[in-house]
């Protein structure tokens, strides 16, 4: 698992998706949470609650490259104020395109 390691894994802080936990008040407090690395074989899947507080670490691989396809699933009121700031949808197009071709196939089969 080292070369893994050295690509700079996602590193989570425990215990800090409950509710009421303020990451920055514990820190300014001197009471910060543990945080664990995740070290996992590329091409793995990991699944967690995205309000837990993570990072991710320093790549110090010799490749300057390191690939991640990251997809966070939510209600479709969430949304994540601190890091997706924009609430324009990026399959915007392909929606509107959706919804008029939806019309037109309920104006044709009204005809």
Do not use: K
Request: net charge neutral.
């Amino acid at each position: 698992m080292r070369r893994v390691a050295q690509a700079g894994p996602t590193e989570f802080a425990l215990g800090t998706h409950r509710a009421g936990y303020g990451l920055p008040d514990a820190l300014a407090a001197g009471h910060p949470p543990a945080c664990v690395p995740l070290l996992a074989p590329a091409g793995s899947a990991v699944v967690f609650d995205y309000r837990v507080w993570h990072r991710g670490l320093p790549n110090r691989q010799a490749a300057a490259h390191r690939h991640v396809c990251y997809i966070v699933v939510a209600r479709p009121w969430w949304r994540d104020q601190h890091n997706h700031l924009h609430t324009a949808s990026i399959f915007g197009d392909r929606e509107a395109g959706a919804a008029e071709e939806a019309g037109e196939v309920e104006a044709a089969e009204a005809a």
